[in-house]
């Protein structure tokens, strides 16, 4: 879950290293490192924290050179310490590694280095890496066969990039974590991800499991673990360097929050026509023979899986929804007649690459609804249906959740043609309200009173969400961005399920967000006065047009009356803003949490 580069040139590589790195923090944020080949020798800068302190550490002169690796961490194995942070060293100093991922067999592989003599600085898997190629290049093996070979004996999850001294070239390798390639003008790039280069190349090749790669000044050479050429297509990303900045706002949560209008807009161009919906790659008839539906996912993907399952369920499919790091021991009933969609905006949570592999193995046909082309579920899936979102930096997802559901909308109703054979009941003005969703939720960010209602009704002793039907999974989804960026317990639940239990930690001081679609309007109405007669305050999220609610509660966020099937889409929006409103006050550092990252690559 951390944050890999380099950067590959003719001249000083510190300062892209250190934009590519900043471009990576969402990723692992706990400490950071850069290793630079300047000719004389091979410097190492390392420390805990952000890497802004690494920054502070660094004096450019004096440590800058043509080639270097760099890491952003969150650690795995060992604290974050000076010692722990990446990069690692060889004994000699003259190999140094970064890596993303777990090597499961370390502990093996660093006590039998210890018995040959090689002494470890720190606790963490990956510097068995550096003592490996270090003892290969010492037995007369070449630089790219030493790190093949020493590659040869890892075990587990790993995306690497090493330089040897004296070499003007980085070796580099993926195995289950990411890993793409920036080819530019006047040098490359290697990184976890696109945006820690994207202001320096759009110019990007992904590399596939297995990969091993050589890339020096002006270019790069892919081979297979056998050291046989594999050729990989050179793609241009559509994202602008601009998208993965914060355009002025103060955290890239809010700036993403006010993007949806626009990522919505994305997410649907060209996929309504009337009452039909035309997806790319799924022309009618594409799911013909799947009888059964199950999303895998986790966080906020696993909430729109969720919401999925209620729309598909509510349109005559067998479908449900599994918490990805379950799947693969629930014995769910899976045979060639299940489509398993993967929901993940990454594209690269190990949970829910393991529960899409364990469906595979079942002979299940998968599908990813993923934000990132390139990423490893688009690529590993038998389909893959994109969210276009666009990048999002921060830990905490809002406007990837909009678009998830919105395209599930979509895609639910390709789904429900070629298994029944009929579309959905009031299609049309489904689509309708979906195309004007994007104004709506503009509409909601313009008027919010989020701010003033999170600032006066923050409670000390808990926040409860509670919702019906496909409001539930939006009252899960509230909860969670509650606690991700506040730190402050919060919980969702089914508005009916309070009276059996959680009823019993409502006090007044638990202000509890109740969220009205239009439907069940009546029943969360009275689950609303089980909770004030408990004493705590409401707070309703719903449309005007819900006046047994908003008559009710005590303090009321409105929605526009959309289609009731969306409406929660819009009540969502508002709770993000509570979230972040409430976050701001507490002064949280909103776009990396404690303890969080944005793309989980380990299980
Ligand atoms: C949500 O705000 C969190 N960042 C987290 O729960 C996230 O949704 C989860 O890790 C899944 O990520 P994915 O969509 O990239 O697979």
Redo the contacts with the bound molecule.
């Keep these: 879950m951390c944050g890999i580069t380099a950067r590959i040139g003719n001249d000083g590589s510190l300062e892209d290293l250190l934009v590519s790195l900043k471009n990576l923090e969402y990723r692992g944020y706990d400490s950071a490192g850069i290793a630079v080949q300047n000719g004389a020798g091979i410097e190492v800068s390392k420390c805990e924290g952000e890497v802004s302190e690494l920054k502070a550490q660094l004096t450019a002169n004096e440590h800058d050179g043509p080639i270097g690796i760099g890491h952003t961490r969150w650690s795995t194995h060992g604290p974050p310490t000076d010692e722990n942070a990446h990069p690692h060293t060889g004994c000699e100093g003259r190999v140094t590694a970064v890596h993303n991922g777990i090597i499961e067999n370390y502990a093996a592989l660093r006590e039998s280095l210890q018995d040959r003599g090689h002494e470890f600085t720190s606790d963490t898997d990956t510097e068995v890496i550096p003592h490996l190629v270090e003892e290969r290049l010492n037995d007369g093996l070449e630089s790219e066969a030493a790190f093949r070979d020493a590659i040869g004996e890892l075990e587990g999850s790993y995306a690497i990039a090493l330089m040897i001294d004296g070499d003007p070239a980085v070796y580099a390798t993926r195995s289950g974590s990411p890993l793409v390639v920036g080819i530019g003008e006047d040098a490359n790039y290697l990184a976890s991800d696109v945006p820690a280069f994207l202001e320096f190349t759009d110019r990007v090749i992904y590399l596939e499991d297995g990969d091993d790669i050589v890339v020096t000044p002006d270019d790069h050479r892919i081979t297979d673990g056998a050291g046989r050429s594999v050729s990989r297509p050179t793609e241009t990303v559509e994202w602008e360097p601009g998208d993965a900045e914060k355009g002025g706002f103060d955290h890239y949560m809010l700036k993403e929050i006010h993007e949806q209008p626009v990522s919505l807009r994305q997410t649907i161009h060209g996929r309504i026509e009337g009452e039909d919906v035309v997806l790319e790659d799924f022309p009618p008839g594409t799911f013909d023979g799947i009888s059964r539906v199950q999303f895998v996912?986790?966080?906020?993907?696993y909430h729109a899986g969720m919401y999925g399952e209620w729309l598909l369920s509510k349109w005559g499919i067998d479908a449900n929804t599994f918490i990805a790091s379950e799947y693969a021991a629930y014995p769910a009933p899976v045979d060639d007649e299940t489509l398993v969609i993967g929901v993940?905006?990454?594209g690269e949570?190990a949970d829910?690459l393991e529960a899409l592999q364990s469906a595979r193995e079942r002979g299940a046909r998968t599908l990813a609804l993923t934000n990132v082309i390139g990423s490893t579920a688009a690529r590993t899936c038998d389909d893959a249906l994109f969210i276009r979102a666009g990048p999002e930096i921060g830990?905490?997802?809002t406007k990837t959740f909009s678009s998830q559901v919105a395209t599930l909308v979509l895609l639910g109703e390709r789904l429900t043609r070629d298994i029944t054979g009929e579309p959905t009941a009031d299609c049309r003005e489904r689509l309708e309200s979906l195309e004007s969703l994007p104004d709506h939720v503009e509409g909601v960010i313009e008027n919010s009173r989020a701010a003033s209602i999170s600032h006066r009704w923050l409670g000390d002793n808990g926040h409860f969400f509670i919702g019906r039907g496909n409001a539930y999974s939006v009252a899960l989804e509230g909860a969670?961005k509650f606690k991700?960026i506040t730190y402050e317990h919060a919980e969702g639940f089914a508005a009916g399920e309070l009276k059996h239990g959680p009823l019993a930690l409502v006090t007044s001081d638990t202000p509890v967000f109740a969220i009205g679609t239009g439907r069940h309007s009546k029943r969360l109405e009275s689950n609303v006065r089980e909770i004030q007669t408990r004493g705590a305050p409401v707070i309703a999220v719903t449309p005007r047009t819900a006046t047994s609610l908003t008559d009710t509660a005590d303090e009321f966020l409105s929605v526009p009356a959309a289609h009731p099937d969306l409406v929660a889409i819009l009540a969502n929006v508002q709770l993000q803003l509570i979230a972040y409103h409430a976050a701001d006050e507490m002064e949280r550092s909103i776009d990396k949490p404690r303890n969080l990252a944005?793309?989980?690559t380990v299980e």
């Design positions: 996912a986790c966080g906020t993907s993940t905006q990454s949570t829910t830990v905490a997802a969670l991700e944005k793309s989980v």
